[in-house]
Structure formats: C-alpha cells, structure tokens
C-alpha cells in the first residue's frame, strides 16, 4: 500500500493550493481516504475525508466552505483543493486510508495506511 501526495508549497494569504494524493496497493473503490494535518506544536488533526462506497464527505468546521475533497477514481488520485487560505492552514498535509469497516466521519478512525505529508505554508 502506498499514499504519495504531492502540491504543497508557499502560498499567500487568500490564495488555493491543491493536494493530490496518489493511491495504490489496495482495493481504491472501497476504502475511505481522508486529509489531515499537523501544524508545529499541534497534534494532528483531521481536515476531510471521502467514503466512496457511502459517497459520504465529511469536513472539519475550519475548512468547511474552503477546502473540497474530491477523487478520480480512474487515476486512483485524490485531491484536496484548498482556497481561501489563512496563516493558521500552514501545516504538514497528509493523506491516509481506512478500511472497511471504517468509514467516513468526524471521528477519523481506522486510518491505518499514510503518505509522507507534502509541506503547506500560508505567509501574511
């Protein structure tokens, strides 16, 4: 199983960044991926996920109207395309899968397989 994302970078205030993540080593069509981040000094949090046999989304309050998760399932790509950045979405992003019967919430459990996190950096 192998999670490599990739578009982090330095962005302005107000500006967009999309992440991709690309998947491979499992069965795609029944996993659930999800987004995170960690910011220094922060644990890290969940910031959306997408269950694709539940066609569910689910996005943390802080991102909810900027941030959207979407999946190209022929490419085995997921993206997360973020707008409206702010100083405090500086963080290290990371992709991750979970397994049935695991699914998509809030709770962000079951995330057993992770990429190796792509740089975000909001300057002001």
């Known amino acids: 199983v192998q999670l490599v994302e990739s578009g982090g970078g330095l962005v302005q205030v107000g500006g967009s960044l999309t992440l991709s993540c690309a998947a491979s080593g499992f069965t795609f069509e029944v996993y659930t991926i999800g987004w995170f981040r960690q910011a220094p000094g922060k644990e890290r949090e969940g910031v959306s996920c997408m269950g694709f046999s539940l066609g569910s989304t689910y996005y943390a309050d802080s991102v909810k109207g900027r941030f959207t998760i979407s999946i190209d399932n022929a490419k085995n790509m997921v993206y997360l395309q973020m707008n409206s950045l702010k100083p405090e979405d500086t963080a290290i992003y990371y992709c991750?899968?979970?397994?049935?019967?695991?699914?998509?919430?809030?709770?962000?459990?079951?995330?057993?397989?992770w990429g190796q996190g792509a740089q975000v950096t909001v300057s002001s």
């Open positions: 991750a899968a979970a397994g049935p019967p695991y699914y998509c919430s809030g709770f962000f459990v079951g995330y057993d397989y």
